[in-house]
């Protein structure tokens, strides 16, 4: 079993937020394998569904992003997993947009709800990394962060998170390069 948790803020004022993109990643993954209608749970919304033969826990913290390591860690706790277990997709700033990178571990770099997680439940998680690309000057970083994708981005967006769906059992697998492979290939123009 598994968790992955999609980062964002709830409410539909933030619905379309870059930085809302790890809760979209979420919801398109339970559409793509046909979890039932969200539970409230841990703070959040819980589906559970199948990817690639394991059981996987469908989360999106209701904390808002700042305090998402405390539904997190509440869900870790009740099925008894480790931070191995779990998967967060956030929105990066440092990746051009639309590109995906995996990593395992490491440190927040400025974005405080991965900050939060790894207060929570510590460092040793994988992470999905969603491009959101960078405003160009740290003066427009929160109002790109904090706005909505354009009109011109709707389209790959939607490619990204549909290939992250289609990919997803490479992730679930832990065969992370050939998911991140993957998931490039169906992008490729």
């Known amino acids: 079993?598994?968790?992955?948790?999609?980062?964002?803020?709830?409410?539909?004022?933030?619905?379309?937020?870059?930085?809302?993109?790890?809760?979209?990643?979420?919801?398109?993954?339970?559409?793509?394998?046909d979890a039932p209608?969200?539970?409230?749970?841990?703070?959040g919304w819980v589906q559970e569904t199948r990817i690639?033969?394991?059981?996987?826990?469908?989360l999106k913290p209701g904390t808002f992003m700042n305090e998402s390591g405390r539904s997190i860690r509440a869900a870790m706790d009740f099925y008894k997993l480790s931070p191995a277990d779990i998967t967060v997709f956030y929105d990066e700033l440092d990746l051009a947009p639309f590109k995906i990178k995996v990593k395992q571990g490491g440190g927040a770099a400025g974005h405080n709800g991965i900050r939060s997680t790894i207060d929570h439940i510590g460092a040793d998680f994988r992470r999905v990394r969603l491009g959101i690309g960078h405003p160009g000057h740290k003066d427009k970083v929160t109002g790109h962060v904090l706005g909505n994708f354009?009109?011109?981005e709707i389209d790959p967006l939607a490619d990204m998170l549909g290939a992250i769906a289609a990919e997803a059992d490479w992730l679930a697998k832990g065969d992370d390069v050939r998911f991140m492979s993957e998931v490039a290939l169906r992008l490729q123009d």
């Open 150 to 152: 354009a009109k011109s």
């Open 1 to 33: 079993m598994q968790i992955w948790a999609g980062l964002g803020n709830p409410g539909p004022q933030y619905a379309m937020h870059r930085h809302n993109v790890g809760f979209m990643a979420i919801d398109a993954l339970a559409d793509r394998y």
């Open 52 to 58: 690639g033969g394991d059981k996987m826990i469908l």
């Open 37 to 43: 209608a969200p539970a409230k749970k841990f703070q």
